[in-house]
């Protein structure tokens, strides 16, 4: 079982949908938790970090669930721009674990 | 603030060559990462460092090796290419946080092909 685990996808939603991503991860130690944004060919950069408490960041929010090892990211009022793969990372000690990420594609 | 730059941009090798990718971070971060993605795939974990000095395995360490002399560089050396390490290289760096890390920021991704 790997470490990180996300549904691939890929998710292929209308412009204005609300699309939800899941990820779990095996490491009960897990300290820090994020969402990753990848663009084609491109390096990634942070979407947001997740708190036990969840955060929103205008259309994306974030929660984690610690009892049931999973982190989540919901995306509200999809743009064509939010095209991109999301990736899971979840880290312990210094130490950071990505999942293979999710591909989401927005349409017209 | 130039961020994290890595050097080269690209490379192609052949078997049995040696090579040493370049990264560097202009943030004064504790951490340092190296990573590899293929094509589909995730991000995994080469070898880190998380000081001056330091460093550690990660997921797929075989035929890698790091060197972390300065705090600004982390140096990833492959000894004898194989195709199978045909692949983007990706640096990061980062600092402790209080939740154990905190925010990675990555260099451009360094594209290696292994004939």
């Known amino acids: 079982r790997k470490e990180v685990e996300q549904d691939p996808g890929p998710f292929n939603v209308p412009e204005g949908a609300t699309v939800a991503f899941n990820c779990t991860y095996s490491?009960?130690?897990?300290?820090?938790f994020f969402w990753y944004r990848q663009d084609c060919r491109k390096e990634p950069k942070l979407l947001m970090s997740?708190?036990?408490s969840g955060n929103e960041d205008g259309r994306f929010t974030a929660q984690l669930n610690r009892a049931s090892q999973y982190i989540s990211l919901l995306i509200r009022d999809s743009k064509l721009s939010d095209s991109a793969t999301y990736l899971c990372v979840v880290a312990n000690a210094g130490k950071s674990t990505f999942g293979d990420g999710t591909t989401l594609t927005v349409k017209p | 603030n130039a961020g994290v730059t890595q050097t080269p941009k690209f490379r192609v090798l052949k078997t049995g060559q040696s090579m040493t990718l370049l990264c560097a971070q202009d943030?004064?971060?504790?951490?340092m990462y190296w990573y590899r993605q293929d094509p589909g795939m995730g991000l995994r974990l080469i070898h880190y460092s998380v000081g001056e000095g330091t460093t550690a395995k990660g997921e797929v360490p075989d035929g890698y090796n790091v060197s972390r002399l300065k705090k600004q560089n982390f140096l990833l050396g492959l000894e004898s290419a194989a195709p199978s390490q045909t692949s983007v290289y990706f640096c990061a760096s980062s600092n402790p946080g209080t939740g154990g890390l905190e925010t990675q920021y990555f260099g451009p991704g360094t594209r290696l092909l292994v004939l």
């Open positions: 943030m004064n971060h504790e951490y």
């Open positions: 490491n009960s130690a897990s300290q820090s």
């Open positions: 997740v708190y036990s």
